[in-house]
């Protein structure tokens, strides 16, 4: 069975500190992945998704970056983190089939003092 | 471009009530549905979802019909439990771009007391 992974669990960083936060799937090949960051009280903003290796389209210009080393890794990072970075970050994973669904890791909760 | 739209919450009920949570939708051709649910501190989880109009999606008690004419995808169950607590979430599969993208909406809390 398939399964994603999301570390750390939790973070507080301060501001212009870096950022580096990996999610990895198991039991799947060459998923799409998705990084999406959900704000307090609010909804999912997709931020990145891939469909292979080192192919990172971005959905919303920020001041953070994606990457995908490997087929079932991917990585969300920053330089300098700001204060409007904090949020809940959730990885997803998803198969290359019309209408089917996305499967989520468990978060992690970003906070930025 | 594709939208959600979900109603406001908190949606507060008492155990063994029934439950409506309203989902409508705007969509170019004719998207997938689904609705997620999100328990404190945790990530999504799919509760269901509908393919194509006229589908119902059930799960856990939960179900949810795919109505084209009102393009609609409300959430409903028979008789809540205070374990049913949770951050609903209704979204769409979004082809427009040649690859598969989710549209949530803002999710709906839901709080069901003993």
């Known amino acids: 069975s398939q399964t994603i992974h999301q570390w750390p669990a939790t973070l507080v960083q301060p501001v212009g500190s870096p950022l580096s936060l990996e999610c990895t799937v198991e039991?799947?090949?060459?998923?799409?992945l998705y990084w999406y960051r959900q704000a307090a009280g609010r909804g999912l903003q997709l931020l990145f998704y891939?469909?292979?290796?080192?192919?990172i389209s971005s959905e919303v210009p920020q001041n953070l970056s994606a990457s995908r080393p490997q087929d079932r890794q991917f990585i969300l990072s920053s330089k300098k983190l700001l204060l409007s970075d904090s949020g809940f970050y959730l990885c997803?994973?998803?198969?290359?089939?019309?209408?089917?669904?996305?499967?989520f890791g468990p978060g992690t909760r970003l906070t930025v003092l | 471009g594709d939208s959600v739209t979900q109603m406001e919450g908190p949606v507060t009920l008492s155990e063994e009530a029934f439950l409506t949570i309203n989902c409508t939708y705007t969509?170019?051709?004719?998207?997938?549905l689904f609705w997620y649910v999100q328990y404190p501190g945790e990530g999504l989880q799919l509760l269901l979802k509908?393919?194509?109009?006229?589908d119902k999606g059930s799960n856990k008690g939960f179900e949810a019909t795919y109505r084209k004419e009102t393009t609609s995808f409300h959430l409903e169950k028979g008789s809540v439990q205070v374990s049913d607590s949770a951050v609903y979430f209704c979204?769409?599969?979004?082809?427009?771009?040649?690859?598969?993208?989710?549209?949530f909406g803002t999710g709906t809390r839901l709080l069901v007391s003993p």
């Open positions: 969509a170019t051709g004719y998207p997938s």
């Open positions: 997803a994973w998803g198969l290359e089939i019309s209408y089917n669904e996305q499967f």
């Open positions: 039991g799947t090949s060459n998923p799409n």
């Open positions: 509908a393919t194509k109009a006229d």
């Open positions: 979204a769409l599969s979004d082809m427009n771009t040649g690859f598969q993208k989710l549209v």
């Open positions: 891939s469909v292979g290796i080192g192919q």
